[in-house]
């Protein structure tokens, strides 16, 4: 497969050789495909190989996720593969039937849904500003934010507990959202106005003739041109939010815990509360799962961009 | 060469920025416009990450409950307290350690997967754990390591590789049937017969305790020894069928064979010879345990190996990088992967026409072009892998939590599960942001030079 075995190559190279060259190369062509062939061969069973070993724990979580807990208690979740009589949705239906579950499974998406669709707005009102509006300190103001990308989400933990028990909303989903949204728009902003930054000037110019004012001109013009950015934006918050557990777990008290809190609280008896854990998170899992083959190309440039959060 | 790869890996983060110039307005604003659509983002940014910034490096200097000034003292007790200490140095384990792990096999799997046609495929699957969260793949990886080996997979898998390559065959519940059998306990768990054997005349060594359908593989039924001979031979069987029935301390039909048992000769507390029962239960000793007891060591009726203590200690740091390295070496494989793309073929081409091996273009093409993707990979791993806590918090049992500890579960131990030392958890935050800084300020001027161009 490689240049090296297409004969075609031969009398690219120095004539003098070129005896030697004849005498060698069926030899060494027919040694260097058995060779790359039984290359090929290791190289498919390693990947093979590992993409099982990626999919193993999942896939256990999965099938002990379908068993009943007697079951999980005796033995291995493999052994559902020969017994397939074992498998039962009891756990998911009990699951779905505890109010305090399918709350928090509520409060999940009352906290994401505002956090992911405030810093959308918020931040590409921002990267608007900063990509096309004159204002004096405009360039400093930008470097300010962006240096606000890397911040750990821990420092503000401790401060944020004060300052919302201050103002009354510690433990309220104002404040896990509002946390969410003030440590999402650093990144927001910094993507957002790269991307406005590239829309060409003569569409803003045109839109302008036409007597569109700044907002007109943000809404009509600048936010449909900038709905893959927003899409990328959108599913990096959303998952974000979605799979934290940190911030809710600080900010949130029983009554607006999200999922990731309420399943946290059951880990500590492991061994005896999988039937609540398991299919607890896989009922966390299908939302992430779905965005993820749903909006591959969105979601995969959305946590490459956001990775270093 | 070194722009393309740039551009391919574009959105990679704050450490590629792309390079666009300032724009001039195109509608003349206002201030006050300006100020409208800024002040949101301005006003949360401030009171949510800026302030907390200040109010955490000036909590950290102050005492538990912030009534006392202690100047640095939250920071030497940081690096003194020997529970602190713990969670530094394995923050350091995990910074030195997980960064480099994943960036390797990103790498590997980046490569590897251009050759095969299925590569989309492959690259969905490792990519696929970047999608849930940290809490999910703690609880997926907490059964993994589950101790049982009739639960926990890792340790399933290490089990049945552990009896495959070691033969001896053990029978921890069995013992001797005590009213018909000579067998006598004598200490540390072996069996002793309390009289002498005799050459030529087998001896029956009856054990009991075990289900006949519980025993390992597919064992014989079990024969009497042959008698005669100047050799002490004999029989390990258990005494005992399905459904009954059979004489006590006989060898009847049906009744199955123990095999691998180990038989030792004993006279005068000394082992003068030993023999391993053969599939049919008969063992045979040389003409030297003549007139001695016949001992069955502890060591046939030791527990079963039962894999490795994952989550305990010793082992629960690794363990648990071990998950953090299933759920990102998906993002440093895609981000290589894009890198690798837009390599220049005609380089690899050439080192191959000039007679370089597939590992050393690998090694001396590959990897030098993809440095530069490979220093972002690797900085933005280890930007994450200093904060981590999710997965420590979930994986680590109660025991072993505090050997597993980090920094960032650290703070939030001190602050709010309990520690109640806000001034200690405020000097931790204030750390963290120091460890990030140098990012900081690379992405800065990165920045500023984009300007100036």
Redesign the interface.
Known sequence: M???DTPA?GPSRPAGSSAQDTSVRPRRSLASRVASGAA?GV??V??VL??VF?????F??LV?SFRDPKD???????TALTAPAQLTAASYESLLENDAVTGSLLNTVWITVPATLLVIL??A??G????????KG??W???A???????????????????FGTLGIFGDIIGVV??H???G??FA???LR?FF??IP?EL??AA?LDGA??AR??LTVVMPLAAPALASLGIFQF?WV?????VA??FSDSGSQPL?VA??QQ??Q??AN?DV??PG??I??VI??V??FAF?RQ???G??????K | MANSVAKS?E?????L??S??????????R?W???L??L???V??G???????G??VW?SLYDADGSGFVGLGNYVDLFTDDATLTAVRNTAVWVAVAPALVTALGLI?AV??E??RWGT??K?????????????A???????Y?AD?????AN?VVTSVHDTFSDAAVYPKARPNAQVSDLKASGGGSFTTSGTVQAGTPVLLPLVGIAPNKLPGDPQDAKAAPTGGDRVTGTVWLDFRLGGGGEKGAIDAREKALKGVKVEAVEDGKVVASATSAADGTFSLPAEADGAQLRLPGSNFAAPYNGIDWLGPALVTPAIIGSYV?MWAG?AM??IA?GLAGVDRNLL?AA??DGANEWQVFRRVTVPLLAPVLSVVLV?LM??V??V??LV??IA??PSQDEANVL?LQ??LS??GGGGN?GL??A???I??LL?LP??WV??RR??KE?QR
Not at chain 2, 47 to 53: A, F, G, K, N, R
Not at chain 2, 138 to 144: A, P
């Open positions: 490689t240049a090296l190559r090929g190289l498919r390693f990947l590992v993409a990626w999919l193993v724990p999942t256990g979580l002990s999980i208690a005796e033995s291995g979740w493999w918020i931040g009102m921002a608007y500003a900063f990509a096309w509006m004159d204002f405009r360039d103001w930008f470097m934010v962006v240096a606000l990308l890397v911040v750990p989400v821990q420092v503000a933990l401790i401060p944020l507990s004060s300052l509002l946390f949204v003030g440590f728009l650093p902003i910094f993507l790269n930054a590239e000037r803003l110019e302008r004012g700044e001109l943000f998952l979605w799979n934290d557990m940190l777990l600080v990731t399943l946290q880990v500590r492991f061994g999988i854990l398991a998170a896989f966390s899992m992430p799962l965005v993820f591959q979601f995969v440039s946590v490459m961009a956001g990775a270093v | 890996t959105g990679a983060g704050a450490l920025t792309p666009v110039p300032p724009r001039k307005s195109v509608t003349g604003t201030l416009v300006a100020v659509f800024l949101p983002a301005l949360l940014l009171s949510l990450v800026v302030y907390p910034i109010y955490s909590r799997f590897l997967t050759r095969v495929a492959f969905l699957i490792v990519f696929m754990p970047m999608a849930i969260s940290m809490l999910a703690g609880i997926i990886f907490r059964l993994v589950e080996p009739d639960r926990g997979v399933a299933w993002f895609v981000l894009a081409e191959r026409v933005t930007i994450n200093m904060k806590f999710d918090y979930i049992p109660q960032a703070l939030f602050s709010f806000n958890g405020s931790i935050g204030v963290l942001l990030v990012v900081m992405n800065i920045l500023r300007r």
